[in-house]
């Protein structure tokens, strides 16, 4: 994932770079640069290092 984009970010990195930063281990060029919540989900903003973000929701069911 290095110097990769988030828009770029399929599906599958996007899972591994969340998985990765629930375990405390390095996500790369990508940070989680803010999480919020409320009652229906999580919201994580990705930034990566040109400073593009994206964001994505985690549904909670």
Do not use: C
């Amino acid at each position: 994932m290095a110097n990769q984009s988030v828009s770029e970010l399929p599906d599958g990195d996007i899972y591994a770079l969340l998985t990765k930063a629930l375990y405390g281990e390095d996500t790369g060029d990508i940070e989680l640069d803010d999480i919020e919540h409320d009652d229906r989900g999580i919201d994580v903003t990705l930034t990566d290092l040109d400073g593009n973000t994206r964001k994505i929701t985690l549904v909670i069911q």
